[in-house]
Each structure stands twice: as structure tokens, then as C-alpha cells.
């Protein structure tokens, strides 16, 4: 593991932590980005459920989860902010767990942005997470200087 990602707290303490799901009403700041209405603030262990979803040769995106959440608690959106912060929870605490030897863990590399681009905070960086997809049988299209790594046809392959 990067030393520089290393946590003080271990990340499966920290996926581990009794939270319970919020819905709160959409701070005016976030209002721009997310509309009007209410948010569903996530815990780290519902982001793990639903990455736990995606079976081998499947995708699935951070919108995807989002949009899942929101209907599962009857938001109106689901925090895009701590969405990813616990995805990146979720992700470590597995990979701690494949530094174990533990297996299996849940599949944090099988999760995309919403355009089909990698992941650029995985553990193990985007070659990882490249390397991991094209062993499920995705392709990995090289984009240009300016883009990230992306699945080719990723719209095929996700999780309905």
C-alpha cells in the first residue's frame, strides 16, 4: 500500500463504525449542483452493500449507487460528496483485507465514474484498477493526455 494513503485509523475500523443514513434537506450551497429537495447523507457499510452487488464481469457507477440510495430511502438525491468519500472507505478497507490474504473482498475495482472513466483514487492507482477489469474481460481504451483511462462499451457491461 502507498504510503502516503496509509491511514492511523484502520480502514475497515473506519467502514466499521455504527452510523445510521440521513435524509436532511439539500444545504443551500449544494443547491446549484443537487436542486432542491432532500438529501440522503450515506454510511460507508451501505456503499459497501451495494459495490458487494457487482458480480465479475459487471460495472457500476457512482451515479448508479447514488441513485439507488436515494430511492431506497426516499431522497430526492443522495450526497455526492460523502458518496465518494465512503466508496474510497469501502475500497481501502478491502484492500486491506487483500494485503490480509482475505478473500473475497468486495469488488471496489468493478466501480466507474458515470462516464465509464477508472477511478483515480483506487488503491493501487489506475493500473490496478485497469489491470483488474481487463482480467474480468473489459477493455481499457487509452484516452488522450487531458482524460483518465475509460471502459470501452462500459455502458454494456453495467449493472442493471
Same mark, same amino acid.
Given at each position: 500500500?502507498?504510503?502516503?494513503?496509509?491511514?492511523?485509523?484502520?480502514?475497515?475500523?473506519?467502514?466499521? =463504525?455504527?452510523?445510521?443514513?440521513?435524509?436532511?434537506?439539500?444545504?443551500? =450551497?449544494?443547491?446549484? =449542483?443537487?436542486?432542491?429537495?432532500?438529501?440522503?447523507?450515506?454510511?460507508?457499510?451501505?456503499?459497501?452493500?451495494?459495490?458487494?452487488?457487482?458480480?465479475? $464481469?459487471?460495472?457500476?457507477?457512482? $451515479?448508479?449507487?447514488?441513485?439507488?440510495?436515494?430511492?431506497?430511502?426516499?431522497?430526492?438525491?443522495?450526497?455526492?460528496?460523502?458518496?465518494?468519500?465512503?466508496?474510497?472507505?469501502?475500497?481501502?478497507?478491502?484492500?486491506?483485507?487483500?494485503?490480509? $490474504?482475505?478473500?473475497?473482498?468486495?469488488?471496489?475495482?468493478?466501480?466507474? =465514474?458515470?462516464?465509464?472513466?477508472?477511478?483515480?483514487?483506487?488503491?493501487?492507482?489506475?493500473?490496478?484498477?485497469?489491470?483488474?477489469?481487463?482480467?474480468? $474481460?473489459?477493455?481499457?481504451?487509452?484516452?488522450?493526455?487531458?482524460?483518465?483511462?475509460?471502459?470501452?462499451?462500459?455502458?454494456?457491461?453495467?449493472?442493471?
Amino acid at each position: 500500500m502507498d504510503p502516503r494513503f496509509r491511514s492511523r485509523t484502520p480502514w475497515r475500523e473506519k467502514l466499521d =463504525r455504527p452510523q445510521q443514513p440521513k435524509v436532511v434537506n439539500i444545504p443551500p =450551497r449544494m443547491q446549484p =449542483r443537487c436542486g432542491r429537495g432532500t438529501m440522503l447523507i450515506p454510511t460507508p457499510r451501505l456503499i459497501d452493500e451495494l459495490m458487494r452487488k457487482a458480480p465479475r $464481469g459487471k460495472l457500476i457507477t457512482i $451515479g448508479w449507487m447514488r441513485h439507488q440510495l436515494s430511492e431506497r430511502f426516499g431522497a430526492d438525491t443522495c450526497c455526492p460528496l460523502t458518496t465518494g468519500i465512503f466508496w474510497r472507505i469501502a475500497a481501502e478497507a478491502a484492500a486491506e483485507e487483500l494485503d490480509q $490474504g482475505k478473500r473475497p473482498v468486495t469488488p471496489y475495482w468493478r466501480v466507474v =465514474r458515470d462516464d465509464g472513466s477508472l477511478m483515480q483514487k483506487i488503491p493501487g492507482g489506475l493500473e490496478a484498477q485497469a489491470r483488474q477489469l481487463r482480467a474480468e $474481460g473489459h477493455v481499457i481504451e487509452r484516452p488522450s493526455a487531458k482524460r483518465l483511462p475509460r471502459v470501452k462499451d462500459f455502458e454494456r457491461r453495467l449493472l442493471s
